[in-house]
């Protein structure tokens, strides 16, 4: 079976893509490499300097749900992960003093989450895996 290399990109479809370009610089440290006006779209194309992957966000001319709900048939959501379990407490006390709304980092039996969600509803968590 042929393999792949991790993640390269992730795009989003979002309801106001200048803002939710400032939401994610701001909330996750994305930088913006550009900004392309397409014939049924608005995409700014934002990266994550440290693992280089990509997250698009895209502005539709049409739409034909305005609120994600990770209920629905596709996306549920979006982990990235963290090296230490402290991490996540780090990450709290950040998304605490943008007043993102947040849970507490929580344990399951495979690892540790602290979920969030963007602007458009779509949940993200940080994610540290217990390692044995």
């Known amino acids: 079976m042929p393999t792949f290399g991790p993640l390269s990109h992730v795009d989003l479809s979002v309801s106001d893509v200048e ?30 300097q440290d693992t280089g ?34 991490d996540l407490d780090e990450w709290g006390k950040h998304l605490t003093t943008l007043n993102v709304v947040h849970s507490p980092a929580e344990d399951t039996a495979n690892g540790t989450a602290l979920v969030f969600r963007d602007p458009d509803n779509i ?3 940080f994610w540290w895996t217990h390692r044995s």
């Open 19 to 48: 803002a939710s370009a400032r939401w994610y610089c701001e909330v996750l440290g994305l930088k913006q490499l550009h900004r392309v006006g397409l014939e049924n779209r608005i995409m700014i194309v934002l990266v994550h």
């Open 53 to 86: 992957l990509i997250i698009g966000l895209n502005q539709h001319s049409v739409v034909p749900v305005d609120t994600f709900d990770d209920r629905n048939v596709g996306l549920d959501h979006i982990g990235f992960s963290v090296s230490e379990r402290s």
């Open 123 to 125: 949940q993200l968590e």
